[in-house]
């Protein structure tokens, strides 16, 4: 079949790679792609945020299977376009995609779910949210409602800092995204993310994983988009991700099916854990970038038959084939990330290193340039490894990255720590 995936991340050189190991995949197209996808596939320039762009694509180029990668064309109706032109795709409609789009709709799910989440209220005048933060105290977490890149979203450990966020995003900081904000109790515990495949019908987890989201070794720094990730995650034990699936996952997905809004795609759980019990910190309607790179080290070649099974609401009969084994991705990024930082520069030393099933370096901001490697994001490198044990992985993906030639580069090196 032809394939079309939707992207241009570390996220999506990994599902390309996932792909392109099952012979179903006759051919593949990557739009937008980036110079790691260009060398495993063809990728095309075109506006993946244009429903209209991408359903013309896919007609003109016998397009069967549509893969999204990130939850911009999602909320903007992609997967609602496709379906409508009878092409196949992966991953939720806009109305299902609200829960990543809407922190508010989320919340309303959950309650109608009776989910385990944080206690919250919601707020469009900045007078009553100050008084709900004095009144209820530090800590506390405010949140802008609507997709804020991640960075709409203060843990106040003061009273004062929540106050500041209030009036931060009653001015306007994010833009249209603050114009209604969530304060949310403050969840103590460790986080992890679960991810589950959701037909509508049936839940399928296909995975445990653990981010790390400050920019520096020791959890310190400024927040990112995830500077590593590992799979699977102790902390989320079977036991506990049982837990999750059956007190937060299948109550959402049966409370969207109810409302007429049936989810469909994969569902990246946040999850809190304390004392055993898992609560939901978040949804987000796509993969994690950088934790899919770690899922699909895993999944190898049956990721696509999954995602077929998904998007075809055949998962009643699907399986997923579990080697015990663990996936590491460490994160190379250019100095100055998540701040700002220089573009353009030159990365060495790719070209010795190994491309096995247990080993990739997955690209996410490079461009190829006079026939150089060269640096055009913030992340731009997921040096990835498969092993027996996180210790194995972890050794053999950090013998990579120190056989990575970028002076402007940086990456951390305690990914994993927790499980170690
Ligand atoms: P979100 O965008 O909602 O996932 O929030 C980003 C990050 O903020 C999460 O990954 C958590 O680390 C933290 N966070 C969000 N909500 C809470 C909460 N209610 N309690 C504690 N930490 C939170
Ligand atoms: N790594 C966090 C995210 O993809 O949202």
């Known amino acids: 079949m032809n394939i079309l995936i939707l992207g241009s991340g570390g996220r999506e050189h990994s599902l ?15 739009a937008p792609g980036n110079a790691g996808i260009a060398q495993i596939a063809d990728c095309a320039s075109l506006d993946v945020d244009n429903p209209s ?17 990130p939850e911009a064309p999602l909320a903007a109706g992609v ?53 709900y933060i004095r009144e209820k105290g530090a800590p506390i977490v405010v949140k802008a409602d609507g997709l804020a890149a991640g960075k709409g979203v203060v843990v106040a450990m003061t009273e004062d800092e929540a106050l500041a966020a209030i009036d931060d995003m009653f001015d306007g900081a994010f833009g249209d995204a603050g114009a209604e904000v969530v304060i949310e109790e403050f969840m ?13 019908e049936t839940c399928l987890p296909i995975g445990t994983a653990q981010d790390h989201k400050r920019a520096f070794d020791g959890d310190k720094g400024p927040n990112t988009g995830g500077m590593g990730a590992y799979s699977p995650a102790p902390v989320l034990t079977d036991e506990i991700a049982q837990t999750a699936l059956d007190q937060i996952i299948k109550p959402t997905m049966a409370e969207m099916t109810r409302r007429g809004t049936p989810y469909t795609g994969v569902l990246y759980a946040g999850l809190m854990i304390k ?60 100095q100055g990330y998540p701040g700002s930082y220089e573009k353009g520069s030159v990365i060495k030393g790719l070209d010795g290193l190994p491309e096995t099933s247990s080993e990739m370096v997955f690209h996410a901001g490079t ?35 120190d056989r990575v030639d970028w002076a402007e580069g940086f990456f951390r090196k305690d990914i994993g720590w927790r499980a170690l």
């Open 16 to 30: 390309a790679w996932a792909a392109l190991q099952n012979p179903k995949c006759d051919r593949l197209i990557v």
């Open 53 to 69: 762009a991408v359903t013309e694509f896919a007609v003109e180029n016998s397009i069967d299977f549509v893969i999204v990668g």
């Open 79 to 131: 997967v609602d376009m496709l379906r409508n032109a009878g092409i196949l795709a992966f991953g939720p409609t806009a109305a299902a995609a609200q829960l990543e789009a809407s922190k508010t709709f989320t919340k309303e799910v959950c309650d109608a779910a009776s989910a385990p989440t944080a206690a919250w209220a919601r707020f469009t005048q900045a007078e009553p949210a100050r008084d």
């Open 188 to 200: 103590d515990g460790e986080e992890a993310s679960y991810f589950i495949l959701c037909d509508g």
């Open 275 to 334: 004392d055993g019990q898992p609560r939901l910190v978040e949804y987000n309607a796509r993969f994690g970038d950088p934790e899919c790179q770690v899922l699909m080290m895993r999944l190898g070649g049956q990721a696509l038959d999954l995602m077929l099974a998904c998007a075809e609401a055949r998962l009643a009969d699907a399986q997923v084939n579990w080697a015990d084994d663990h996936a590491i991705t460490v994160v190379m990024a250019a």
């Open 367 to 401: 461009t190829a340039k006079d026939g150089q490697i060269t640096a055009t994001g913030g992340r731009a490198l997921n040096i990835t490894a498969r092993g027996n044990t996180l210790q194995e992985a972890r050794n053999q993906a950090y013998a990579m990255a």
